[in-house]
Protein backbone atom coordinates (compact mmCIF):
# COMPACT_ATOMS: atom_id res chain seq x y z
CA UNK A 1 0.00 0.00 0.00
CA UNK A 2 2.89 2.48 0.45
CA UNK A 3 6.49 2.08 -0.22
CA UNK A 4 9.86 3.42 1.64
CA UNK A 5 9.49 7.17 -0.44
CA UNK A 6 5.40 7.68 0.54
CA UNK A 7 6.35 6.73 4.35
CA UNK A 8 8.97 9.54 4.70
CA UNK A 9 6.09 11.86 3.17
CA UNK A 10 4.49 11.07 6.54
CA UNK A 11 6.95 10.44 9.21
CA UNK A 12 10.04 12.71 9.01
CA UNK A 13 12.58 9.87 9.58
CA UNK A 14 15.64 9.19 7.25
CA UNK A 15 18.12 6.43 7.30
CA UNK A 16 19.55 5.21 8.85
CA UNK A 17 17.05 5.50 11.39
CA UNK A 18 13.81 4.82 9.14
CA UNK A 19 12.81 1.38 10.46
CA UNK A 20 10.23 0.33 8.45
CA UNK A 21 10.33 -0.03 4.64
CA UNK A 22 6.43 -0.77 3.59
CA UNK A 23 2.99 -0.47 5.13
CA UNK A 24 0.99 -3.43 4.25
CA UNK A 25 -2.75 -2.35 5.38
CA UNK A 26 -3.83 0.82 7.34
CA UNK A 27 -6.78 2.15 8.50
CA UNK A 28 -5.78 6.13 9.74
CA UNK A 29 -5.82 6.25 13.08
CA UNK A 30 -6.69 2.82 13.76
CA UNK A 31 -4.45 0.00 12.73
CA UNK A 32 -1.68 -0.41 10.37
CA UNK A 33 0.33 -3.87 9.15
CA UNK A 34 3.48 -2.83 8.14
CA UNK A 35 6.92 -4.63 6.89
CA UNK A 36 11.10 -4.45 8.16
CA UNK A 37 13.19 -6.17 6.23
CA UNK A 38 16.15 -7.09 8.29
CA UNK A 39 19.35 -7.22 6.43
CA UNK A 40 22.63 -7.96 7.19
CA UNK A 41 24.26 -4.73 6.11
CA UNK A 42 22.03 -2.92 8.61
CA UNK A 43 24.43 0.06 10.93
CA UNK A 44 23.61 -1.91 14.45
CA UNK A 45 25.04 -5.55 13.39
CA UNK A 46 28.28 -4.29 13.60
CA UNK A 47 28.57 -3.62 17.27
CA UNK A 48 25.25 -5.96 18.14
CA UNK A 49 27.03 -8.17 18.40
CA UNK A 50 29.96 -9.28 15.62
CA UNK A 51 29.63 -12.44 14.81
CA UNK A 52 26.33 -12.91 16.16
CA UNK A 53 24.33 -10.00 15.01
CA UNK A 54 20.96 -9.48 16.77
CA UNK A 55 18.58 -6.20 16.13
CA UNK A 56 18.49 -4.68 19.42
CA UNK A 57 15.23 -4.71 21.15
CA UNK A 58 15.15 -0.85 21.54
CA UNK A 59 14.92 -1.12 17.47
CA UNK A 60 12.14 -3.93 17.29
CA UNK A 61 10.24 -1.15 19.68
CA UNK A 62 11.13 1.49 17.29
CA UNK A 63 10.40 0.42 14.01
CA UNK A 64 7.10 -0.76 16.20
CA UNK A 65 6.24 3.20 17.13
CA UNK A 66 7.29 4.48 13.70
CA UNK A 67 4.34 1.74 11.56
CA UNK A 68 2.00 3.48 14.69
CA UNK A 69 2.88 6.85 14.02
CA UNK A 70 2.44 6.59 10.03
CA UNK A 71 -1.03 5.21 11.26
CA UNK A 72 -1.67 8.08 13.68
CA UNK A 73 -0.37 10.93 11.45
CA UNK A 74 -2.48 9.73 8.35
CA UNK A 75 -5.11 11.20 9.62
CA UNK A 76 -6.18 14.40 8.10
CA UNK A 77 -5.94 16.65 11.70
CA UNK A 78 -2.14 15.53 12.30
CA UNK A 79 -0.39 15.63 8.49
CA UNK A 80 2.67 17.66 8.75
CA UNK A 81 2.97 16.78 12.13
CA UNK A 82 5.64 14.62 14.74
CA UNK A 83 4.65 11.50 17.12
CA UNK A 84 6.81 11.53 19.69
CA UNK A 85 7.54 8.48 22.00
CA UNK A 86 5.95 9.18 25.10
CA UNK A 87 5.93 6.16 27.10
CA UNK A 88 6.26 1.85 26.96
CA UNK A 89 4.42 -0.69 28.74
CA UNK A 90 4.39 -4.31 29.11
CA UNK A 91 7.55 -4.59 26.40
CA UNK A 92 8.19 -8.43 25.95
CA UNK A 93 11.08 -9.91 23.89
CA UNK A 94 10.28 -13.47 22.80
CA UNK A 95 12.87 -14.84 20.03
CA UNK A 96 16.30 -13.03 18.61
CA UNK A 97 16.10 -11.06 15.55
CA UNK A 98 18.69 -11.73 13.10
CA UNK A 99 19.84 -10.57 9.35
CA UNK A 100 17.54 -12.18 6.61
CA UNK A 101 14.12 -11.66 8.74
CA UNK A 102 11.29 -10.08 7.76
CA UNK A 103 9.30 -8.74 10.72
CA UNK A 104 5.57 -7.94 10.43
CA UNK A 105 4.75 -4.95 12.58
CA UNK A 106 1.10 -4.28 13.67
CA UNK A 107 0.08 -1.45 15.55
CA UNK A 108 -3.63 -1.27 17.02
CA UNK A 109 -4.31 2.51 18.54
CA UNK A 110 -6.33 1.66 21.45
CA UNK A 111 -6.40 5.25 22.89
CA UNK A 112 -5.99 8.32 21.31
CA UNK A 113 -7.26 11.85 22.95
CA UNK A 114 -6.48 15.05 21.42
CA UNK A 115 -2.54 14.40 21.58
CA UNK A 116 -1.84 11.31 23.21
CA UNK A 117 -2.47 8.28 22.17
CA UNK A 118 -1.76 4.31 23.10
CA UNK A 119 -0.99 1.70 20.59
CA UNK A 120 -0.65 -2.46 21.13
CA UNK A 121 1.62 -3.44 19.22
CA UNK A 122 3.07 -6.84 18.19
CA UNK A 123 6.23 -8.08 15.92
CA UNK A 124 5.79 -11.55 14.08
CA UNK A 125 8.55 -13.51 12.45
CA UNK A 126 7.93 -14.85 8.80
CA UNK A 127 6.65 -18.10 10.62
CA UNK A 128 4.05 -15.91 12.60
CA UNK A 129 5.86 -16.62 15.80
CA UNK A 130 5.67 -13.35 17.96
CA UNK A 131 9.02 -11.57 18.77
CA UNK A 132 8.13 -8.68 20.49
CA UNK A 133 5.35 -7.23 21.74
CA UNK A 134 4.27 -4.08 23.62
CA UNK A 135 1.79 -0.77 24.49
CA UNK A 136 3.29 2.47 23.05
CA UNK A 137 2.12 5.92 24.21
CA UNK A 138 2.90 8.93 21.77
CA UNK A 139 2.47 12.34 21.78
CA UNK A 140 1.37 13.88 18.67
CA UNK A 141 2.58 18.07 18.11
Not at 16 to 45: C, N, Q, S
Request: with cysteine; hydrophobic share 45%; proline share 5%.
Amino acid sequence: MLNKEQIMEIIPHRAPFLLIDEVLEMEPGKRVVALKHVTEDEYYFKGHFPGNPVMPGVLQVESLAQAGAVCALSLEKNKGKTAYFAGLNKAKFRKKVVPGMTLRLEVEIIRSLSKIGIGSAVAYDGDGDVVCSCEITFAIE
